[in-house]
């Protein structure tokens, strides 16, 4: 069992900057795949980003790309998102999750149900 918990949410204006972390309880974190995903009211959840094992690999949706990294500590148990040029519409809240399967490229990554683990969230709003 991996339990995973968010932090860093807030709120911040339009064009600033939120760091968000999640801390993983297990002593195999280097074996998941990390990903970020989100939530905006009456819309469903969708993928951000995600990293592989070593932290060598990322995979960013369109709307991340050039904006949010990912980036994650294997030492630390820990995966961060930094994300930048924020936006109204990235207002949501914001998820961590582990996948203890392969790592494959491309949008495949970013399908929800090969992820185990989940954390609780952690909200993120962005005021034009």
């Known amino acids: 069992q991996v339990q995973l918990v968010e932090s860093g949410g807030g709120l911040v204006q339009a064009g600033g900057s939120l760091r968000l972390s999640c801390a993983a309880s297990?002593?195999?974190?280097?074996?998941?795949?990390m990903g970020w995903f989100r939530q905006a009211p009456g819309k469903e959840r969708e993928f951000v980003a995600a990293i592989n094992n070593s932290g060598r690999s990322q995979y960013y949706a369109d709307s991340a790309k050039g904006r949010f990294t990912i980036s994650r500590d294997n030492a630390k148990n820990t995966v961060v998102l930094q994300m930048n040029s924020l936006k109204p519409e990235d207002t949501a809240v914001y998820y961590c999750a582990a996948d203890g399967g392969p790592w494959t490229t491309g949008q495949a990554v970013g399908i929800m149900s090969r992820y185990d683990y989940w954390g609780q969230g952690t909200q993120v709003t962005v005021s034009s």
């Open positions: 297990t002593r195999t974190f280097g074996l998941y795949i």
